[in-house]
């Protein structure tokens, strides 16, 4: 029988233990948001094109997704400690495959490993620090932890631009190495022989394989479809069917199991649907857009990894302090509001960027990006309000649960989304241009006797301006990306006002206001 976790850490240990599992999870989302801006010289390392090194950063995200859940149910069942430094471990060893790896399959295979060691660490992380933590200092915890939480995300493009221009995108891993394997010892030299009450829960192993299959082939579907031209092709059909066979048996699984890996039964309740609702198209929009522009920067503009990094900076001065404020606001007012206005905040944001027409213009940029993290900052807090309103206490875990898979899932859906998008407007775009401006206009064109003026030869200016003109293409292709997603934020800032009010009490008990903290921090992860 194992002993129950009783004495806490004092001290040095203590301080060391918070620093250690602080930057451990920093490590865990700064691999997220710094690879981004490293995508266009991933894809030239390893040899394939750009939209193949997508899939290296959706795959790894929707590991990141399924682990999330599954480092629940670890914790309950081995203690958080166990699996913690194993997942550490193993995350390690994933950055060893993906710094030493130079075939792209065997690449993918390593991010989906390291994803999925990452996704582990973060619930056991959070779950670990508050334990050191007694009740009356649990806030501090959580004031703590929240310093690690988005701002590693909101650094990690411009971070990971300068690694990828000055170093090489594969030092992100080699740094990796020795950073989870010092995290994984001295968390395991501090907890050593550590117990934990276990609990006997089974494991709904059918569930979360179908999960599995489920969330990755419907990834695959979008990252291979404009690859295979859609349904025009068998392969592409044969994905789409075994994804809806496959969801047909996983929810009659999951609602016929006592205890499902995914508790799709809260979906009966409205708040809860409403909010994840919005949840999942509020990050897909977000997450795939940012990897859109950050992206389209550096491949069609001519921008350095670092330079597309800085455009994200500004995220970094409003989202914080916009969190921390909201903390306290969503106590005394109707999440509703706070939600709508946030939606209606992130609608005028990409409104401000669908007229994004100087690439060479960093203001145009830094001034919707500044309004951007003020969003993104106050985006949680009242989503996480909303959903769990109205769940009894028991239920609220597993409600967060499965609502971060399908945020985090999101993210790598949005990416894909955005890159069809793309891969359908830019043609358009460039089709009308070339319908305005005709082959036999081409000689008089100032553009073009502007090259001519400047010495380029004929064919040179002709071969200029066509790539001139797909430039072109590319911002408006990205500017009705925006102009779409501020339409969609504008629908689903009316949508909210149909769940039930959420007004709660100013006088809650402090282990009330403790768990609502917690569940709102763990909302932002990842």
């Not at 999440?335 to 005028?348: K, P």
């Not at 409104?351 to 985006?379: M, Y």
């Not at 430039?471 to 006002?497: E, S, Y």
Request: with cysteine; glycine share 8%; proline share 4%.
């Amino acid at each position: 029988m194992s002993l129950v976790y009783q004495k806490r850490l004092r001290g040095w240990r203590f301080k060391l233990f918070n620093l250690c599992l602080g930057f451990g999870h920093a490590l865990v989302i700064f691999n997220a948001g710094a690879y981004i801006a490293m995508l266009p010289r991933v894809a030239g390392g390893l040899g394939v094109p750009p939209s193949f090194a997508t899939w290296t950063q959706t795959d790894y995200m929707i590991a990141l997704a399924l682990a999330f859940p599954v480092g629940g149910w670890l914790a309950r069942r081995f203690g958080e400690y166990r699996p913690f430094v194993p997942a550490f471990l193993a995350f390690a060893l994933a950055s060893f495959l993906c710094a030493y790896c130079t075939g792209f399959y065997s690449y993918l295979a390593g991010r989906i490993l390291l994803g999925f060691a990452g996704g582990l660490t973060l619930p056991l992380g959070q779950a670990l620090l508050l334990k050191e933590y007694p009740d009356r200092r649990k806030s501090l915890g959580i004031g703590i932890w929240s310093l690690f939480t988005l701002t590693p995300f909101t650094f990690g493009p411009p971070l990971g631009g300068w690694i990828a221009d000055n170093l090489g995108w594969r030092w992100l891993f080699w740094l990796n190495i020795p950073a989870a394997l010092a995290i994984a010892g001295i968390v395991g030299a501090l907890l050593y022989r550590r117990g934990h009450t276990r609990s006997w829960q089974r494991f709904d192993s059918v569930g979360f394989i179908l999960s599995v299959m489920l969330v990755f082939g419907l990834q695959t579907l979008l990252n291979q479809g404009n690859d295979w031209d859609w349904t025009d092709s068998a392969y592409i059909r044969s994905l789409i069917a075994l994804i809806a066979a496959t969801l047909i048996y996983w929810v009659v699984w999951e609602l016929r199991v006592r205890r499902p890996f995914l508790d799709i039964r809260l979906f009966a309740h409205r708040n809860f649907a409403i909010g994840v609702f919005i949840l999942f198209t509020g990050f897909l929009y977000f997450q795939g857009l940012l990897s859109l522009l950050i992206v389209q920067l550096q491949l069609a503009f001519g921008y350095s990894s670092w330079e597309a990094g800085l455009v994200f900076l500004p995220m970094a001065i409003c989202a914080k302090p916009m969190a921390s404020v909201l903390h306290e606001i969503v106590k005394r007012c109707d999440a509703r509001l706070l939600a709508s206005a946030n939606l209606l905040g992130f609608a005028a944001t990409y409104f401000w960027l669908s007229r994004f027409d100087d690439p060479d213009s960093f203001a145009q940029l830094f001034w919707p990006k500044l309004l951007e993290g003020a969003c993104l900052g106050s985006f949680f807090v009242p989503m996480t309000a909303l959903l769990l309103h109205g769940l009894p206490a028991e239920r609220q875990w597993r409600a967060l649960e499965l609502a971060n898979l399908l945020r985090i899932a999101a993210g790598a859906i949005g990416i894909a989304v955005q890159g069809i998008v793309l891969y359908r407007r830019a043609p358009q775009h460039l089709t009308r241009f070339a319908e305005n401006h005709g082959a036999f206009e081409l000689a008089d064109h100032s553009a073009l006797s502007t090259l001519n003026f400047l010495g380029f030869t004929e064919p040179a200016a002709l071969t200029k301006y066509a790539k001139l003109a797909g430039r072109d293409a590319v911002l408006h292709a990205m500017n009705d990306a925006f102009w779409m997603a501020g339409c969609v934020f504008v629908g689903m800032a009316a949508l909210v006002w149909l769940a039930h009010p959420t007004r709660t009490p100013v006088k809650v008990s402090d282990e009330q206001e403790l768990r609502r903290e917690t569940q709102e921090l763990l909302a932002e992860e990842a």
